[in-house]
C-alpha cells in the first residue's frame, strides 16, 4: 500500500470519526434556532437533552447517538485524481479502522446470510456513489452515516401525471405523519423529483447532502420547499414527535427532467442527528473540510 | 417513592401504585434506582415460554434498549452508550410481562398501544420516552452496572440491571389511566396535515 494510500485512509478514519461525535456546523445552527422558537415545557426539555448530550459527547469522546449507522459515501472523483483507482477499496478500510478507533456500533448485517461482519463493511457496504468529474485533480467526498431509524421513511414511486405535484406534496407529508415522527424530528427532509424510482430515490439522498437552508436552484422548486417546509411544520411534530411548533430543519428538494408520462417521486430523512461530513482533497492531498469548523486531521 | 427535588419530579424504586397516581402523560419524570434493558427475546422468554425472569423487576422499571457495554475487571461492566429502541416491537407481550413480573415503569422510543395501555391500568404502571439519539446523556445517567442475566443472548438482549441516578428526562406516554400521548396526537396531527396540503395544492399547479 503506498504512503499516500495509507495517508488519506487515515485521514477519513478521523473525519468519519469526528462526524460522529460532533454535528455540522450548519444542523447545530439551525437546531439552535429552533430551540430558541419552541414555547412548550416538553419541546424545550427535549432540546436542551439534545445541546447537553452533543456537549457530554465532545467532552468524554463518545459517538453522540448509539446508532452510528450504515457509512455512506457520495463521491465527485476528478478523473486525475491521483488515488482514483484506490479510493473505493481505501474508503472500506477507512470505515473498518473509524470502527474500531471512534468506536462505532457494528452495522452491516450480509443480506441472507443473516450474519453481523463485525466490522461495519460487507458486501456493497459502506455504500458508495460515484460521479466521475472530467478534466480535475480534486476529490470531493460526502461522508453519511445512515441511521435505522431515519432510514425507515425512505420511500419512492412513480406517480401519474395527472397526480401533479399536489401528488408529489401528498407523498411527503404522508410519510411524515406515519414514519417521520419516529425518525427523531427535527427532520432534514430531501425530496427527489425525476422519472423512475431509484433516479428519484438517489436524488432524495443527495438532496440531504445539500446545506441546511440553501435553495434548490429553480425558483419553483425552491418555493416548493419552502411550501413543504412551513406545511410540514404546520404539522406540529416538534421535537422527538412530541408536540411543538417545528417539525423540520428544512425541505431540500434535487430535480432532474422527467418522463411526460411518469413523476419519479421519493422522500428521504435525516435526523436531527444528521451526521453528514464533505471533505475535499486535492491531488496532493491537502483538504478542505466545509461542514464542520476547526476540525485537524 | 416519588419526591420533587430541584423542580424535577424524581421516581425512586421501589415504585408502588400509589406513586403513579398523579403521573399523568406529558409530565415530564426522572428515574433512581433499579433500571434493567430488556427487549425482544427477553420478552417472549417471560411471555412465550414462561420462563422466570432472573433479575427481580418487580416494582421496578424496565428499559427498551440495547446498549454498548465495556467489560472491566472482576465480572464489572461499564455502560459506554445506551439508547432506547422502537417500544413497538415490544408491544405483543406487553400486557403479559407486565402482568408476570409486575414491572412498574417501561421506557423506551415512540408509542405503544391497547396491551400495553391496558396493562398500565390493570396492573398499575405506566410507559415513558426518552428522547432519542442521546446516548451519553443516558450513559452517564448510569452508576453501576449491579448485575448482568441472560448473557447467552448476547450484549444487546442481555438483561442489564443498571443502578441509576435522575435517568431521564422521561416523559409519560402512557399513563396508570391508561390514556395515550401518542394515539391521543395522532388525529390532531392528521388534521393539521389535510389543512397543511390544501393551502400547498393552491400554489403548485405547475403542470397545465
Ligand atoms: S433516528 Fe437518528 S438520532 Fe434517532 S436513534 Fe436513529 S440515528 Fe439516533
Known amino acids: 500500500m503506498s504512503a499516500q494510500v495509507e495517508k488519506m485512509i487515515d485521514m477519513i478514519a478521523k473525519f468519519v470519526g469526528h462526524t460522529a461525535k460532533k454535528l455540522p456546523d450548519d444542523v447545530i ?9 419552541e414555547d412548550s415545557a416538553l419541546a424545550k426539555v427535549i432540546y436542551d437533552t439534545m445541546f447537553r448530550n452533543q456537549e457530554l459527547a465532545v467532552k468524554l469522546n463518545r459517538p453522540s447517538c448509539q446508532d452510528t449507522g450504515v457509512l455512506q459515501f457520495w463521491v465527485k472523483c476528478g478523473t486525475k485524481f491521483p488515488l482514483i483507482d484506490d479510493l473505493e477499496a481505501l474508503l472500506k478500510e477507512a470505515v473498518v479502522k473509524a470502527t474500531f478507533e471512534t468506536p462505532l456500533r457494528h452495522n452491516s448485517v450480509e443480506t441472507f446470510d443473516e450474519y453481523n461482519t463485525g466490522k461495519n463493511v ?24 445512515a441511521g435505522g431509524g431515519c432510514t425507515l421513511p425512505g420511500h419512492a414511486m412513480v406517480l401519474m401525471p395527472g397526480e401533479g405535484y399536489e401528488g408529489v406534496a401528498k407523498f ?24 423512475s424510482v431509484e433516479t428519484a430515490a438517489l436524488l432524495s439522498k443527495k438532496a440531504l447532502m445539500r446545506p441546511v437552508g440553501s435553495h434548490n436552484e429553480n425558483p419553483r422548486a425552491a418555493a416548493m420547499e419552502k411550501l413543504l417546509e ?56 491537502n483538504y478542505k473540510i466545509t461542514t464542520h469548523s476547526g476540525v485537524q486531521l | ?11 425512586t424504586t421501589p415504585i ?54 465495556r467489560p472491566l475487571e472482576n465480572d464489572k461492566f461499564e455502560m459506554v452508550s445506551v439508547g432506547p429502541t422502537t417500544s413497538m416491537r415490544m408491544e405483543k407481550f406487553e400486557y403479559e410481562f407486565v402482568k408476570a413480573t409486575g414491572v412498574r415503569v417501561i421506557v423506551g422510543k415512540g408509542g405503544m398501544k391497547e396491551n400495553t395501555s391496558n396493562a398500565c ?19 452517564v445517567c448510569v452508576e453501576e452496572i449491579v448485575k448482568a442475566e441472560w448473557r447467552d443472548l448476547g450484549m444487546p438482549e442481555t438483561l442489564w440491571n443498571c ?33 397543511a396540503l390544501e393551502e400547498i395544492y393552491k400554489h403548485v399547479k405547475f403542470i397545465k
Not at chain 2, 417513592?1 to 421516581?11: C, N, Q, S, W, Y
Not at chain 2, 417472549?44 to 427481580?56: F, N, S, Y
Open chain 2, 1 to 11: 417513592m416519588v419526591e420533587i427535588k430541584d423542580g424535577k419530579k424524581i421516581l
Open chain 1, 172 to 195: 411527503v407529508l404522508d410519510r411524515m405523519t406515519t414514519y417521520g415522527l419516529n425518525a427523531c424530528p427535527p427532520l432534514l427532509v430531501g425530496v427527489g423529483v425525476a422519472t
Open chain 2, 121 to 139: 391500568k390493570d396492573f398499575g404502571a405506566i410507559h415513558c420516552v426518552i428522547p432519542a439519539g442521546n446516548a451519553v446523556v443516558a450513559a
Open chain 1, 122 to 145: 460487507g458486501k456493497g457496504t459502506p455504500t458508495v456513489w460515484w460521479d466521475i468529474v472530467p478534466h480535475s485533480d480534486t476529490c470531493e467526498i460526502y461522508t453519511y452515516m
Open chain 1, 29 to 37: 445552527a439551525k437546531l439552535e434556532e429552533l430551540r430558541s422558537k
Open chain 2, 16 to 69: 408502588s401504585a400509589e406513586d403513579l397516581k398523579d403521573i399523568k402523560i406529558g409530565d415530564i419524570i426522572y428515574l433512581s434506582g433499579s433500571l434493567t434493558t430488556c427487549r425482544d427475546v427477553a420478552h417472549r422468554r417471560v411471555v412465550e415460554e414462561g420462563r422466570e425472569i432472573p433479575v427481580d423487576v418487580r416494582n421496578n422499571a424496565i428499559l427498551h434498549a440495547g446498549p454498548i457495554i
Open chain 2, 163 to 195: 443502578r441509576v441516578k435522575e435517568f431521564g428526562p422521561l416523559i409519560v406516554s402512557i399513563d396508570a389511566q391508561g390514556r395515550n400521548y401518542f394515539e391521543e396526537k395522532k388525529p390532531e396531527y392528521n388534521a393539521n396535515k389535510d389543512k
Open chain 1, 230 to 285: 412551513d406545511g410540514i411544520n404546520a404539522i406540529g411534530l416538534g421535537p422527538q414527535g412530541m408536540g411543538g411548533k417545528y417539525s423540520v430543519m428544512g425541505v431540500n428538494i434535487e430535480n432532474t427532467a422527467r418522463h411526460p408520462s411518469a413523476i419519479g417521486v421519493a422522500v428521504n430523512v435525516g435526523c436531527w442527528s444528521h451526521r453528514r461530513g464533505h471533505i475535499i482533497f486535492d491531488k496532493d492531498l
